[in-house]
């Protein structure tokens, strides 16, 4: 019970810092031509979750009550996109080039087109 409660925590303060940090973006470009709200929230959840884990691994600092709640709470909050990068990198770094391109192929096509599927079916309604 404990461990929901600190992804549920981490969660929240993340999707939070996500719609504040994108609504910054958004009132910073005037007339935004591509979704760079997303795009900065994203980026940045990824070079913080890099250099996270990068800690974690070089000096092991954190827990795993404190993993549950920063990387999958606040970051899987604040974007899951973080995590698809952490994955990759790490299964290029371990010589898995082959799951990893399979990884960015799967994650960004399926994606798309489970958006797509979605919109098609909301428009059958």
């Known amino acids: 019970m404990a461990?929901?409660?600190?992804?549920?925590?981490g969660g929240f303060i993340g999707s939070i810092s996500r719609y504040l940090i994108s609504g910054w973006v958004y009132r910073f470009i005037k007339t935004p031509l591509f979704p760079f709200g997303?795009?900065?929230?994203?980026?940045?959840?990824?070079?913080v979750i890099g250099f996270l884990a990068g800690l974690s691994e070089t000096r092991n600092v954190f827990t795993p009550g404190t993993r549950l709640f920063i990387f999958i709470?606040?970051?899987g909050g604040f974007t899951t996109f973080s995590t698809f990068g952490l994955e990759t990198f790490s299964l290029a770094r371990d010589g898995e080039m082959l799951a990893a391109?399979?990884?960015i192929v799967l994650q960004v096509v399926t994606g798309l087109m489970a958006v797509w599927v979605g919109h098609f079916i909301s428009q059958l309604i």
């Open 3 to 9: 461990n929901l409660f600190l992804v549920g925590l």
């Open 38 to 47: 997303t795009l900065a929230v994203n980026v940045l959840g990824c070079l």
């Open 73 to 75: 709470g606040i970051l």
């Open 101 to 103: 391109a399979g990884n």
